[in-house]
């Protein structure tokens, strides 16, 4: 009698220390999933807010590219009409300066031409005799 009361104790005793340990473990276990559940709630939330900001700076970004690209084309559209305008500028100079070349070279011609008009009239001056005796 005194071995079943021995071993219902030892059973006893075991039963409780199962119960208690499960317990345990079942109240740890409620612990870590609630706080699994607040940790992946957190990240869900800040995945959807990076997400939502990495759309918005891929927008920014596209936005940011049709711009420069507007305004990369915008700036060589201005420079080539500035680089026609200083061509047509240096087209209509030239023409100007070969006109006045012309013009210079003719006032220079005849300017030449008088002034060897000049010298032979006073060379004929010179040697007329009738022009030293008056003098």
């Known amino acids: ?6 071993i219902s104790g030892i059973l006893s005793v075991g039963i ?5 340990l499960l317990r345990k473990v079942k109240f740890e276990h409620t612990e870590l999933l609630n706080t699994f559940n607040k940790s992946s709630y957190i990240s869900s939330t800040r995945r959807a807010e990076l997400k939502e900001e990495v759309n918005d700076i891929k927008t920014m970004i596209i936005d940011i590219q049709s711009t420069m ?3 990369q084309y915008e700036s060589l559209s201005e420079i080539n009409g500035k680089l026609r305008d200083g061509i047509l500028l ?3 100079n030239n023409r100007k ?3 006045t070349t012309k013009v210079f070279n003719k006032n220079i011609t005849d300017a030449f031409n008088e002034i060897q008009q000049v010298k032979r009239g006073l060379k004929a001056l010179g040697q007329d005799p ?5 003098y």
């Open 1 to 6: 009698m005194e071995l079943l009361y021995f």
């Open 16 to 20: 409780i220390y199962g119960v208690i």
């Open 69 to 71: 690209e507007k305004d």
């Open 90 to 92: 240096a087209e209509a």
């Open 97 to 99: 300066i070969s006109e």
């Open 130 to 134: 009738n022009m030293l005796s008056r």
